[in-house]
């Protein structure tokens, strides 16, 4: 059974910092990877897909990366901004008939 | 496009109701899901379609109903509401890309209190 874990619970930096957040999951063999944010009371955005194929995708300020033989992916966020404060989601889908797995998430605070 | 939407935003029942979540989508995406979140419990997958006429359970499916006679609503009906079904409820819809991978959007979010 997949499992997904995102450590830390809660991260807090001062504006301006690179950062990175952290998602391991126990089952190398995925279909994709998914980072999602969700502001508060809010629903979840599609931030970045990673296919089991690819290493990295970028978006802008973000960057993920996958390394399927440790289990890892990380999102880099460079340049933090006060409104990137949210809650990160790391979601993994086993399979292409399989469910997303996700991670309990990463709530980021980013002070001015 | 309006992506996922989903209505109500808040309701509020007493144990025992029923009540209809709508969910609908504009994407023509052939997959759609509902899922709860919880504090402390993250996302749980409660039922997916992956087409018209097509549903099956997911990981918290008990008390739960849906069906899918059209790609674009998913409804989700709740048969008889209990304080446990206290939650926010998410529709999704997602699509395999031809290139490889499979995207899934949300919808806002119904927050549910069962009193």
Same mark, same amino acid.
């Given at each position: 059974?997949?499992?997904?874990?995102?450590?830390?619970?809660?991260?807090?930096?001062?504006?301006?910092?690179?950062?990175?957040?952290?998602?391991?999951?126990?089952?190398?063999?995925?279909?994709?990877?998914?980072?999602?944010?969700?502001?508060?009371?809010?629903?979840?955005? +599609?931030? !970045?897909? &990673?296919?089991? =194929? *690819?290493?990295?995708?970028?978006?802008?300020? @973000?960057? /993920?990366?996958?390394?399927?033989?440790?289990?890892? +992916?990380? !999102?880099? &966020?460079?340049? =933090? *901004?006060?409104?990137?404060?949210?809650?990160? @989601?790391? /979601?993994?889908?086993?399979?292409?008939?399989?469910?997303?797995?996700?991670?309990?998430?990463?709530?980021?605070?980013?002070?001015? | 496009?309006?992506?996922?939407?989903?209505?109500?935003?808040?309701?509020?029942?007493?144990?025992?109701?029923?009540?209809?979540?709508?969910?609908?989508?504009?994407?023509?995406?052939?997959?759609?899901?509902?899922?709860?979140?919880?504090?402390?419990?993250?996302?749980?997958?409660?039922?997916?379609?992956?087409?018209?006429?097509?549903?099956?359970?997911?990981?918290?499916?008990?008390?739960?109903?849906?069906?899918?006679?059209?790609?674009?609503?998913?409804?989700?009906?709740?048969?008889?509401?209990?304080?446990?079904?206290?939650?926010?409820?998410?529709?999704?819809?997602?699509?395999?890309?031809?290139?490889?991978?499979?995207?899934?959007?949300?919808?806002?979010?119904?927050?549910?209190?069962?009193?």
């Amino acid at each position: 059974k997949q499992e997904v874990t995102q450590i830390p619970a809660a991260l807090s930096v001062p504006e301006g910092e690179n950062l990175v957040l952290n998602c391991s999951f126990t089952d190398s063999a995925i279909y994709n990877l998914q980072w999602f944010r969700q502001d508060p009371g809010k629903g979840l955005t +599609s931030l !970045l897909l &990673i296919q089991s =194929s *690819q290493r990295e995708q970028t978006s802008g300020r @973000l960057n /993920a990366s996958l390394d399927k033989s440790s289990g890892r +992916s990380t !999102l880099y &966020i460079a340049a =933090s *901004q006060p409104g990137d404060s949210a809650t990160y @989601l790391c /979601a993994v889908k086993a399979g292409a008939n399989s469910k997303l797995t996700f991670g309990k998430g990463i709530t980021l605070s980013v002070r001015p | 496009n309006a992506g996922v939407t989903q209505t109500p935003k808040f309701q509020v029942l007493k144990t025992g109701q029923s009540m209809t979540l709508q969910c609908a989508q504009d994407m023509n995406h052939e997959y759609m899901s509902w899922y709860r979140q919880d504090p402390g419990m993250g996302l749980r997958l409660i039922h997916y379609s992956v087409g018209a006429g097509i549903t099956d359970q997911g990981e918290v499916p008990n008390g739960y109903n849906v069906s899918r006679s059209t790609t674009e609503d998913f409804p989700l009906r709740l048969l008889s509401a209990a304080p446990s079904q206290t939650s926010v409820y998410f529709c999704a819809s997602s699509y395999r890309r031809t290139s490889g991978g499979e995207e899934q959007f949300f919808g806002p979010g119904t927050r549910l209190t069962v009193l």
